[in-house]
């Protein structure tokens, strides 16, 4: 099983471009979200999806979009990328067994927005 | 804003020392989990404490968790230079995972 695997590793982009920020999970899991990390800021939800067609806002969605036609591919839109969006992004999926919620992350991709 | 909040937000010692980081959070959780992270890399599942539990052993690894104060602490005992890295804790509530903002500890060789 590969888990998590997301592309690209390294991005740079302009001012105003879109792009797309892939990520896809072998492991059957309903549950996807994106993630943020700023120097000193920790993670932050970015929006998730609790299964095929079903989005949801996290605690930082302006500027991005998401969508899910399948379970395995989550993929991260920035309509037109600004430098605030500069960051490491990481996308994840969770499994929950019993009351306890586990969490597999892809390694990340770093954005630089110039 | 972040509900896990870590402390202190960097930690230096010497190799062979323990090191101890704490967290807190504001909400009821089912559990409580610690992360490490390697600069410029993913996210590594460390241990995970359930809500009715108060402490976990794992490796040189010991985690408490006081759901009364809603803090946890982390114990890295006999460290090593290969335990720099930066340290979260997440708790989870329904489909979501909340981190705090991280733990940077260095050790010396």
């Known amino acids: 099983n590969a888990g998590v695997t997301q592309t690209p590793k390294f991005q740079v982009l302009k001012t105003g471009q879109s792009m797309t920020l892939q990520c896809a999970q072998d492991m059957n899991h309903e549950y996807m979200s994106w993630y943020r990390q700023d120097p000193g800021m920790g993670l932050r939800l970015i929006h998730y999806?609790?299964?095929?067609?079903?989005?949801d806002q996290g605690e930082v969605p302006n500027g991005y979009n998401v969508s899910r036609s399948t379970t395995e591919d989550f993929p991260l839109r920035l309509l037109s990328a600004a430098p605030s969006q500069t960051s490491v992004y990481f996308c994840a999926t969770t499994v929950t067994y019993e009351r306890n919620t586990e969490a597999f992350f892809g390694q990340g991709t770093r954005l630089t927005v110039v | 804003s972040q509900q896990g909040e870590e402390d202190p937000q960097a930690l230096s010692i010497q190799e062979g020392e323990n090191a101890t980081m704490n967290c807190s959070y504001k909400?009821?959780?089912?559990?409580l989990q610690w992360y490490r992270q390697n600069s410029g890399r993913g996210l590594v599942h460390l241990i995970l404490?359930?809500?009715?539990?108060r402490e976990k052993h794992s490796g040189r690894l010991r985690v408490t968790l006081d759901t009364s104060k809603k803090s946890s602490s982390l114990l890295i005992t006999a460290s090593r230079a290969a335990d720099t890295a930066s340290y979260f804790c997440?708790?989870?509530?329904?489909?979501?995972?909340?981190f705090g903002t991280g733990t940077r500890l260095k050790v010396l060789a």
């Open positions: 404490i359930r809500s009715n539990e």
């Open positions: 997440a708790t989870t509530g329904t489909y979501k995972y909340i």
């Open positions: 999806s609790v299964g095929a067609g079903i989005t």
């Open positions: 909400t009821s959780i089912n559990n």
